[in-house]
């Protein structure tokens, strides 16, 4: 059937491990159904394939390897996604992340589609100029542990930012929680580092958690906004994938990602989406201007591989968005900031959070040790 | 180290299949660790451990099988999770969704916490006094294709009403595209199904798939009441898992949940959560009062005994929470409908969508033809 190309039309790639012995055109046709129009294929309006609503498969490539498994590239109507977060991730993986063998490890946007996401509204560049740090990764940290009072929270980020870290954020788990409710923890912590900035002329930024309430996450946002924050931190699976990006833009905010409850997509080559998709092309179109991850070598479970392809999704050229800075994190330490170096480069944000705990028990000291070490390494690599 | 249980706790069952040589206590412990503090144990400070802060172990049970797996008991303070969606699922599935090699198989609230998150406002009987239906399963459809004109779905829906189904939902993959724009397709659907209505005396119900971005879907929740929708289709992961809740609850909507974009936590045992307790125990808390599940034997790949662990979580007695309408779909057909009755019985709404377009062109004939078999079903498995 030939479909009408008239209408702009978007690529994703699915790779594809059949789980029954029907041919993988079988399986790519069902996906071409299921993510569109979702009826059995003899009720499809006669129309409706004319007008290219439903999913076009576009070529099927084998892959080397046992299980068989395929490329296979489906087309879209750019449309059909309304260029919103919701409808597009329902349209890329919505009911068939409930069939098995789907794995998505490409999209190509129209430029229409980067144009109306728009990306990183500040970026690599930006958040370089407003810390008006060059020529090396920025050194962050993630405040911890949930529990302790917001006034010791604060006494914390006083001490990292005097030892110069370009970043802190809350830890993902400090939410609105009765030991440091959320205004009054960053307000605390923003007059800290504020009170620091202006001892060391440096302008180290606080992105502080907001994961409330639908009814309360805007006045987070507007709050941290007003207390003079950079930006905040956001899990788009906690609060919605639309919601924290929304909201940052809204408020002129910078937007760190953390991909809390996301992970069962990472798990299987065959399920879900790549590490680089999901927290890399997809975050960053949405506008993430650090993307949290977890690194190869910590407490978690990507490969070497999966943190470079998702460095590269964050920082390759799109179209005209900006680049996200890659963030990575869980289980790092100072000891690994060369090698951090060696596979990420310059353009990185380093996350080093509970070995800063472990280093000194005075955070100056940890965090100056920290960026010592960054210097070093980036003194040392270059010829 | 004993732990102060003066605290309130809850506790969750995570079935761990370790994926390295390590003890299983070991992989215990690191998910105490991970989702509470998330900080190397030896930098916990001592009054965290007294006051209950660091997840418990309360116990583990090796599961016949190979690998080994073990069921692991982990209490939580319940203050941590604040009380709220996104808190709560942090604490039960946050970073640890990215690690392998665990699964949430149960749950134990507190009396506290089933009060404070409520459950469903209507459930399994305000729904069926509403509609005046006791006594067999309810008969509900998904309107579709995408990329009708909304006068096209709205004769549809007038049709479907007239033939006696109980209630009506969008297709989720229809959400606010041109070729039926969210209020216009909304209120043309419901002038319908009202007018169908009056005629046949009988009360359908019309679930519009409210998914807009964050700044959109209060509108639309709020229009749909203004049209007087009995109630709105909600996808927790397509809108944020506390969004759809909160505005339904706001307008006094009932909640039909759809798991579009949720199903990589049910490809494999050993990790995410199972379809009953994300889609049964957990939505049920949050307030659904229908969640729709993809039906085994149908196009999707849960099991027999997914499906009817599901239908438990969504009626088995929980607290004084009320009961939600187990929905079972995707692929289901009129002939399928006896054989579905037996396995999910009675308080279970039928859901048949694509076979109702292929049974005739005339959506009150399938309509009829459905009801029609499900009261036959009903009355020949009474004795």
Redesign the interface.
């Known amino acids: 059937m030939a479909v009408a190309m008239t209408t702009p039309r978007f690529q994703v790639t699915y790779r594809i491990t059949p ?1 029954d012995a029907r041919p993988v055109e079988a399986h790519a046709r ?1 996906i071409c159904i ?7 294929e ?4 006669e129309g ?1 394939w004319k ?1 290219g ?1 439903i999913g076009n498969v576009e070529s099927i490539t084998e892959r080397p390897g046992n299980p068989p498994a395929y490329d296979c590239v489906i087309s879209y109507r750019t ?2 996604t ?1 260029n ?4 597009l ?3 890329l ?8 063998g789907i794995k998505i490890t490409a999209i190509q946007f129209s430029a229409e589609q980067l144009a109306a996401f728009g990306g990183p509204r500040i970026g690599i560049e930006g958040i370089r100029k407003a810390l008006n740090v060059h020529g090396r990764p920025l050194a962050t940290t993630a405040i ?5 009072s917001a006034k010791e929270l604060a006494v914390m980020c006083g001490g990292y930012a005097a030892g110069g870290l370009d970043a802190i954020k809350d ?3 400090l ?4 030991f440091h409710p959320f205004e009054e923890r960053v307000s605390r912590i923003q007059e800290a580092i504020t009170t620091a900035n202006v001892r060391t002329g440096k302008a180290t930024h606080y992105y502080p958690m907001v ?5 309360q996450v ?1 006045r987070q946002v507007a709050f941290a906004k007003a207390q003079g924050c950079f930006g905040v931190l956001v ?1 788009p ?7 924290g990006f ?2 940052a833009r ?1 408020y002129g905010l910078a937007v760190m990602t953390h ?10 080559p065959r ?2 989406m790549t590490p680089a998709i999901l927290l890399g092309t997809l975050f960053r179109l949405f506008g993430a201007d650090i993307s949290v991850f ?1 690194n190869a070598g910590g ?4 490969s070497l591989a999966e943190c470079q392809d998702l460095a590269h999704a964050c920082r390759d050229p799109f179209g005209s968005l900006r680049g996200t800075f890659p963030s990575p994190a ?1 289980g790092m330490t100072i000891e690994k900031v060369g090698a951090m170096l060696e596979t990420f480069g310059n353009d990185t944000a380093l996350l080093i ?3 800063l ?2 280093h000194s028990p005075d955070p100056e000291v940890s965090a100056r040790a920290f960026v010592t070490a960054l210097e070093k390494a980036v003194k040392e690599r270059k010829p």
Do not use: M, Y
């Open positions: 789980d069902d299921e993510e569109t129009v979702e009826i059995p003899d009720c499809i309006p409706h007008a609503i449309d059909i309304n919103e977060i919701p409808n991730l329902n349209v993986f919505g009911n068939i992340s409930i069939r098995r911890k542990p949930l529990g302790l830890d993902h788990g939410i609105d929680q009765h994961a409330g309430r639908f009814d805007e899990a699976f906690l609060i919605g994938p639309d919601t929304h909201l809204k991909p809390t409850f996301s992970g069962t997509h990472f798990h299987d399920h879900g977890p407490r978690f479970t990507f869980g959070g509970g070995a705990l472990r």
